[in-house]
């Protein structure tokens, strides 16, 4: 078994971030409609301001816990990515659904290693970004819904 810090953590979810990123540019050729596009390209800016927001946040945690080690295996983020089905046109529907499937991921992953946490301070950092990524979840579940029926 392998350790990680507890930076290696959150720069683990900023690149899932940039790849949710990338997945999501990726869809826009795939799209049947403007609104599609539209909704995907807030989702590429969304996940590029979640990515910027889990930089400062690991700038303002202390080293100290910065440096925790776990005791475990970090996966990298491309198996998510490859096996979720991707049809050859996209809808709105579609697009939130998926958007859903990485929050998810995302969410199940800091609270996995908020659970293998040793330290108290280190599992409140990780329940804290997994508070923010269900409020993220939240807040784009109801810009998407506006985009997809408007």
Known sequence: MSFNQTRDLLDHAREFHRRLGRFYAGLMDLAQSARTRELLAHLVEH?????????????????NILDTFFKYMLDGNEAHFRDYPVPDEVDAAYVIEAARHFDGVLGRFYSEMAKKALSDHVREVLLNLMEMELREQMSLSKQALELAVD
């Open 47 to 63: 996940e590029a301001v979640l990515d910027r927001r889990l930089g400062e946040y690991e700038e303002a945690v202390s080293d």
